[in-house]
């Protein structure tokens, strides 16, 4: 008697050798293009580390990250505890980013902004948060008087100019009259006082209404008896109160207002860079 042997086959395989040949052709070519997209992937990713090395920032940072690294380095072990040196790491990476943020300036650099009026600017992107629209370095038209930053709020709008004077000289008003040690500085408040006025103008003819626009000195260095002091129609300010003398306003303005005389200011104050 005949005996049947059954062969079981695997169903994923078959035993035509074309099909064979084919499914081994698919199988080259997605693993080919699997090794491609991986090539690719690492080859995006070594342009962008590339990029970021040869940008300026990108080099600022690697710097920071080393100089962190090496904070942490010693402090783990002056402390011999690897946890006190990645906090000694991560207190350096925060202080460079608060350093590296109150350096920068939305002027450029070639404009070489001084250092009281990045203070002023550093202060100023605080109130910029809270609704405030600020522009900063805005020259007068027809003359080269400049507004250090133009400020406009639900307080009002403001024109300060940021001053850094001998600490060292004390500041006093005798007669209504403002003097670094036996220095006037009535002059420079007139300038002030000037810019505002154009600016004043200027806008409000623009707008077809009249504004009022309040000046200020901001002066860094010496010590002050005062937070602010009105003199000769200019604000003499510390300049480490600027957001606080700007809340002293006395106007309120609406969120429609404050964008027209920012856009009226930027048309009417040219920048100087």
Do not use: C
């Amino acid at each position: 008697m005949e005996t049947a042997t059954s062969v079981e086959q695997d169903p994923q395989q078959s035993n035509d050798p074309d099909e064979r040949r084919d499914a081994a052709h698919a199988s080259f070519f997605v693993g080919s293009a699997a090794s491609k997209g991986s090539d690719d992937s690492t080859a995006a990713s070594r342009r962008k580390y590339a990029a970021l090395v040869n940008s300026d920032v990108g080099r600022r940072w690697l710097l920071r990250g080393g100089l962190a690294a090496l904070v942490g380095a010693a402090g783990g072990l002056l402390a011999s505890d690897w946890r006190v040196g990645a906090t000694f790491a991560a207190a350096a990476i925060v202080a460079f980013t608060v350093r590296a943020a109150r350096r920068q300036s939305e002027v450029p650099r070639w404009r070489r902004p001084s250092a009281a009026q990045r203070r002023t600017e550093a202060q100023l992107k605080v109130m910029k948060r809270l609704g405030y629209q600020v522009l900063h370095a805005r020259g007068i038209p027809g003359g080269n008087g400049q507004i250090d930053h133009f400020i406009v709020g639900r307080r009002g709008a403001f024109a300060i100019d940021s001053e850094s004077w001998d600490k060292r000289l004390p500041l006093r008003n005798k007669l209504e009259k403002l003097y670094h040690g036996r220095f006037s500085k009535n002059e420079r408040i007139d300038e002030a006082l000037e810019e505002a006025r154009t600016a004043e103008r200027l806008i409000s003819e623009e707008l077809g209404r009249d504004i009022k626009v309040r000046a200020a000195l901001a002066i860094y260095g010496p010590g002050m008896p005062w937070d602010s002091h009105r003199l000769r129609g200019v604000d003499i300010i510390s300049g480490t109160k600027v957001r606080k003398w700007l809340r002293s306003g006395r106007d309120r303005l609406s969120e429609e207002e404050i964008e027209e005389i920012h856009q009226a200011a930027k048309r009417v104050l040219p920048p100087r860079y």
